[in-house]
């Protein structure tokens, strides 16, 4: 067996051990003996030589060692076995793996889903997001007939939807058979609770629904919105969307896709949110809603040629 020879609370070094020798000197010997002796005076101080060496003299080191060389083997046994299926897997970012809603949203899913199959064609605008974008068919309704009444447009909004359950969607032909102009997209807030995504993941996410729109539909331009500020106050959650709403400005390329950023405009002067626009601090009104068809309406017109 193998035991090590310990020093400065790291391994020194390894030497054969004879669990039923009856005597320190014959379970070390020749050469091994003069390579241990080596090895001990290159890696440990005087005093610490002193005591191996005189311990080596005494039978009681036989039963210390096998002891030693026994728990050894077994930690070599336990590290064999967890390294037997190969390096741990990386933890994966859920923000880009599609999966479908199973939850209360599942009739909203199937809707949207179902939405587009029933009416595919040409489209001036498209709207995907969460339940920021559905509220345009509750509080937003208004808003929706006045800027949007008269361009044909679609609502692909599903609320508590997350960047993985977008596209999913995707996947389920969401975009078969759509063609639109423009689709506007504002997607992530609720990746972004708790400890769900990292700033990476999130915008990891939301750069792969724009890819995916880009691929699916290659003639349509895409408004990015930066995702909307949340909370009464500052938090951390704030500071995380305001980081993932840097990185995701770096998408706009100026010819297919256009960041936008309307937070500013959600927000008082001292940094709160104004109940007014956001009645949860979260999801906009009539009032919120008119701030959001009024900063993107300009580039909506250019794009759309009107």
């Given amino acids: 067996m193998i035991c090590p020879v310990v020093g400065r609370g790291f391994s020194a070094g390894w030497f054969p051990v004879g669990l039923n020798a009856p005597t320190a000197g014959h379970f070390i010997t020749g050469r091994d003996r003069n390579l241990l002796k080596a090895l001990i005076r290159l890696l440990l101080t005087t005093g610490e030589r002193i005591a191996i060496f005189s311990a080596m003299k005494s039978p009681r080191l036989i039963l210390v060692l096998t002891a030693a060389s026994a728990l050894f083997a077994l930690q070599l046994n336990l590290a064999a076995q967890n390294n037997a299926g190969g390096a741990p897997e990386a933890q994966k970012n859920t923000a880009i793996i599609p999966v479908p809603r199973t939850d209360w949203a599942t009739n909203r899913q199937a809707l949207v889903l179902q939405r587009a199959k029933e009416a595919p064609g040409d489209y001036d605008i498209e709207f995907i997001g969460d339940s920021i974008t559905e509220g345009w068919e509750g509080g937003g309704k208004q808003v929706w007939q006045d800027f949007y009444g008269h361009r044909k447009a679609i609502n692909f909004g ?78 951390t959650q ?54 959001w068809a009024n900063a993107t309406e300009p580039k909506l017109k250019q794009l759309l040629g009107e």
């Fill in 238 to 291: 704030r500071g995380k969307i305001l980081q993932v709403n840097e990185a995701l400005a770096r998408l706009d390329d100026g010819k297919n896709i256009f960041y936008l950023d309307i937070g500013p405009q959600l927000i008082e002067n001292d940094g709160s949110i104004s109940k007014s626009i956001m009645p949860d601090y979260l999801h906009p009104n009539a009032a919120g809603y008119l701030i």
């Fill in 158 to 235: 599903v609320s508590g939807d997350r960047t993985q359950h977008v596209l999913w969607r995707f996947e389920q032909g969401q975009l078969d058979g759509i063609k639109a102009k423009v689709a506007v997209v504002m997607i992530g807030t609720n990746n972004s609770n708790g400890q769900d995504n990292t700033e990476a993941e999130i915008l990891e996410g939301v750069t792969a629904i724009v890819q995916q729109i880009r691929t699916r539909q290659p003639d349509t331009k895409i408004i990015l919105l930066g995702i909307f500020p949340r909370g009464e106050k500052f938090s």
